[in-house]
């Protein structure tokens, strides 16, 4: 009996990782399918399933190239200084807008910048945490008051949440890991313990 509990988990293990993946992806997809693929079906007389995600991607790519342009982004940036005026967008918008800029710059300038260690204080106790800013000169208040302290970001387990600290730069230790190696240990809860995972 415990033999066949094994061969079942060791089934479960491989399978769930595996279908969950391809449920979320599919899910993913059938979201941007949805939100140019409920217009279209209004107005072709035959739609084929998936145009609507490949219509919404090939929008963003059209969006990527014409804010390359100088004009175009110059006509983009003033409507989004026209959107920001608005209260009630500008709360939505702004912080959407910084975190995919925080993302999407990665460990450059702007974006997270190092993984490092935070020391809790006299407990011991250590958190994993990103760089997010290293300075506050275009956040006078906060300028005047951080003193020598950088913006760590520290994740959550099991959720996209997390918390942001100012922390002294003499409590943290940087770390040589990749950001997505961190954001996966945080996101799991450090769960992942394959004999060849390398952290």
């Known amino acids: 009996m415990k033999h066949l509990q094994k061969i079942f988990l060791q089934g479960l293990v491989t399978f769930l990782p595996v279908a969950l993946t391809i449920y979320i992806v599919y899910a993913g997809i059938s979201i941007v399918d949805s939100l ?48 920001m005026k608005v209260p009630f967008i500008k709360a939505i918008y702004s912080p959407l807008r910084d975190l995919m800029n925080l993302f999407s710059k990665g460990g450059g ?9 935070v020391d809790m204080g006299e407990t011991g106790v250590r958190a994993l945490g990103l760089v ?34 100012m922390v002294p730069r003499s409590k943290i230790t940087p770390l040589d890991m990749p950001i997505e190696k961190a954001m996966s240990l945080a996101i799991t809860g450090w769960v992942k313990a394959e004999k060849n995972d390398e952290v």
Do not use: C, W
């Open 109 to 117: 300038p702007g974006g997270l910048q190092t993984v490092v260690l």
């Open 36 to 83: 140019l693929g409920d217009a279209l079906r209004q107005v072709m007389p035959v739609y084929i399933p998936g145009l609507g995600f490949l219509l919404t991607i090939l929008i963003i790519f059209l969006l990527g190239f014409l804010l390359n342009n100088l004009i175009a982004a110059g006509v983009f940036h003033r409507l989004e200084q026209q959107l």
């Open 132 to 165: 997010t800013r290293e300075n506050f000169k275009d956040l006078p208040a906060i300028d005047q008051n951080a003193g020598d302290r950088l913006a760590v970001y520290i994740p959550m387990s099991y959720g996209l949440g997390g918390f942001t600290l």
